[in-house]
C-alpha cells in the first residue's frame, strides 16, 4: 500500500532548505537543495512510520487540505506530496 503525504518545503535567507510533515509531528529533514531535503524527508517518513508500527502506534492518515504557497523577501515556503510505502 502507498500513501501521499502532504511535505512542507520552507527556506529561510541563510538556511538550508527544510522539509516537514504536518501529518506527523516531528518528522522533519534538510538539505542544501529542494531535491536533497524531498529526498531526506521520504526516508524519514518511511522511518518515522516503521517506528510507529514498531511501537504499536496506529499510522496516521494523510489528511487531504488546501494550502497556499507563501513568499516574503526573507522567507519561502510552499508544499509538496511524498509517496511512501506504508
Known amino acids: 500500500m502507498k500513501r501521499q503525504y502532504l511535505v512542507r518545503i520552507d527556506k529561510d535567507v541563510g538556511s538550508d532548505w527544510g522539509a516537514s510533515v504536518p501529518d506527523l509531528p516531528g518528522c522533519v529533514a534538510t538539505g542544501k537543495t529542494i531535491d536533497a531535503a524531498l529526498r531526506r524527508i521520504e526516508s524519514a517518513i518511511e522511518l518515522h512510520l516503521?517506528?510507529?508500527r514498531e511501537d504499536g502506534i496506529r499510522v496516521p492518515?494523510?489528511?487531504?487540505?488546501?494550502v497556499r504557497p507563501r513568499r516574503t523577501p526573507k522567507h519561502v515556503n510552499f508544499y509538496a506530496t511524498v509517496e511512501v510505502a506504508a
Do not use: C
Open 50 to 52: 516503521r517506528g510507529l
Open 61 to 66: 492518515s494523510p489528511r487531504r487540505r488546501a
